[in-house]
């Protein structure tokens, strides 16, 4: 796969692509489809993934600080993703892994994260202004001036950590 092309917008990747610790930072993927993808180490920081699909994808260790993630991310694998500075303004994270993933000064408002797996996750500094958080697992999460007001907290799973 031509990965310059890939990062100027002008190939677009596809579903199931094996991007596995490729340097794809700054990218212009913007509505790809990248459903199961396996991106994992992959590096995109700061790319522009708004519109993508990324159902599905294994994202497991990727640095994504400062990308635009307002995208499909349902059933997504993110555990111990960097997503510090990341837009994921109303994404569908429904399902998704980000087990000790961290989203400090993340902004996810309007986000939907039901039934996704937030243990351990740095939620400091976080918009998480009416995020759809319903019978998600935040245990072990840090919420620290996260900003949890109109959030949709019902059913979730909270256990602080000793």
Do not use: Y
């Not at 991007?19 to 993808?37: K, R």
């Not at 522009?48 to 990308?67: H, K, M, P, Y």
């Not at 995208?71 to 000790?100: F, H, I, P, W, Y």
């Amino acid at each position: 796969m031509d990965l310059q092309a890939v990062r100027s917008g002008k190939l677009k990747p596809l579903p199931g692509a094996d991007l596995q610790d490729e340097d794809l930072s700054h990218a212009n993927l913007n509505g790809a489809n990248l459903a199961g993808a396996r991106l994992t180490g992959a590096d995109l920081t700061g790319t522009n993934l708004s519109g993508a699909s990324l159902e599905g994808a294994n994202l497991i260790g990727c640095q994504l600080v400062g990308a635009d993630l307002r995208s499909n991310l349902m059933g997504a694998n993110l555990m111990q993703a960097d997503l510090t500075e990341a837009d994921l303004r109303g994404s569908n994270l429904r399902g998704a892994n980000l087990m000790r993933a961290r989203l400090t000064r993340a902004t996810l408002t309007g986000a939907f994260l039901s039934g996704a797996n937030l243990m351990g996750v740095s939620f400091q500094g976080v918009d998480l202004r009416g995020a759809d958080l319903r019978g998600a697992n935040l245990s072990g999460a840090n919420l620290q001036g996260a900003n949890l007001n109109q959030a949709d907290l019902r059913g979730h799973c909270w256990q602080r950590q000793t």
